[in-house]
């Protein structure tokens, strides 16, 4: 049994202690928000935030998780108001299919708690998620629209 505390919450999952968080999550917690996409931290589909540091939730296993705060992108908007991140995804019609979508709300939300005035330099090395729909114009505008506040 690992205890975790996911969206400011604790909760006790039945696990191998190996088993990757994202499976935790989806299959044992329920929170299907976080996407399995290539299983080996490539794509970024399952990025959640762990002591608010992006993480490929595929590859990170649940016991080095315990004890640290879990963010997925539920627990993002706050009594439904969407942070700036989801506001300017929304604004600048960032999704097409949708499925890497909170894998990428994630990274650039970490991405502008670190640097809130992000270059095209600073966003090319920060978010290396992949968008199959190639909607990477996008994504950049979105950025710096929420950089802007």
Not at 25 to 44: N, P, W
Not at 79 to 93: C, F, I, P, S, Y
Request: aromatic letters at 4%.
């Amino acid at each position: 049994m690992a205890r975790l505390t996911v969206n400011g919450s604790a909760r006790n999952v039945d696990v191998d202690p190996a088993t990757p968080l994202l499976w935790a999550l989806r299959e044992q917690i329920g929170l299907t928000g976080t996407k399995y996409g290539c299983g080996v931290a490539q794509c970024g589909a399952c990025t959640v935030h762990v002591d608010g540091a992006p993480v490929r939730s595929c590859v990170m296993p649940v016991s080095a998780v315990e004890g640290k705060r879990i963010t997925t992108i539920e627990g993002l908007a706050v009594n439904g108001v969407l942070t700036r991140v989801q506001k300017a995804w929304l604004d600048h019609e960032v999704p097409q299919c949708g499925y890497c979508q909170s894998g990428m709300i994630m990274a650039v939300t970490a991405l502008l708690k670190d640097k809130p005035r992000p270059t095209d330099a600073d966003i090319d090395a920060a978010i290396t998620n992949i968008c199959r729909c190639g909607t990477f114009q996008q994504v950049r505008e979105a950025i710096h629209a929420a950089a802007k506040g």
